[in-house]
């Protein structure tokens, strides 16, 4: 029986195009400036020498910010490059420039499920920070009261059956109680790897995995869960 779900957000529950053209860019024009004036808090400065341990050498400011946007360039899934988009990210959102972009079934379904007793999770590369400030400023209102819990890359790569036993562990679900949902083939079979059900979202053209993995064009579609969830 299924008695969580874990998803994914970008390509899942909320538009490719909003991170990719609305978040990256936002971060990557402030980042210099959001570095520099806040080098010294302690939270700051250790996820700067986090990006100075990554590059293998002591970094200065100036070189440690046109790193961060070449990995913002790249989407590279860097933890403390995330952590840094996270917090830069929070004053857009408090402050009315952009709402976390959600699909309106998936609001609608997260609803329906939270409702229904399964308990509901995110995986996301982002920063557990930014999930939270995704899902509190939508247009539907503040869905966090939905979630149980979220994961970032410090659990574990999302590409690497480990994270997902690591999550199973700390929610204390087995792994073949949890449905996953993502667009991304590698995250469904790592996650396939480590006993979890699978579903694959194909919204803007993502092409099929096939195989083992379920698939549904939005969360209406997602059909594992209709004669399995808890009453």
């Not at 779900?5 to 899942?12: A, N």
């Not at 986090?50 to 070449?70: C, H, M, Q």
């Not at 509901?120 to 939905?146: C, I, N, R, W």
Request: charge should be negative; aromatic fraction near 8%.
């Amino acid at each position: 029986m299924i008695q969580a779900v874990l998803t994914d957000i970008e390509g899942t529950t909320s538009s490719l195009s909003f991170v990719k053209d609305v978040l990256f860019p936002y971060a990557r024009e402030r980042i210099s400036a959001f570095i520099a004036n806040h080098r010294h808090e302690p939270e700051i400065a250790s996820e700067l020498a986090e990006v100075s341990r990554l590059a293998g050498r002591n970094l200065s400011l100036d070189e440690t910010a046109a790193l961060l946007i070449e990995w913002i360039d790249q989407d590279r899934k860097a933890t403390p490059l995330k952590a840094l988009q996270g917090m830069i990210w929070e004053s857009g959102f408090r402050n009315g420039d952009f709402h976390g972009h959600i699909y309106a079934d998936a609001a609608r379904k997260l609803r329906d499920w939270h409702a229904a007793g399964l308990a509901l999770y995110v995986f996301s590369s982002g920063s557990v920070h930014a999930q939270k400030l995704l899902f509190a400023h939508t247009e539907f209102g503040d869905l966090t009261p939905l979630f149980s819990g979220y994961f970032d890359t410090r659990v574990g790569p999302k590409q690497e059956p480990a994270a997902y036993r690591a999550i199973a562990e700390q929610i204390g679900a087995t792994p073949e109680s949890i449905l996953f949902l993502s667009d991304i083939c590698a995250e469904l079979d790592a996650a396939r790897e480590a006993g979890m059900h699978t579903t694959q979202l194909l919204r803007e053209g993502i092409p099929p995995c096939g195989g083992s993995h379920a698939s549904a064009h939005n969360f209406d579609e997602i059909t594992v869960l209709h004669q399995e969830i808890p009453h």
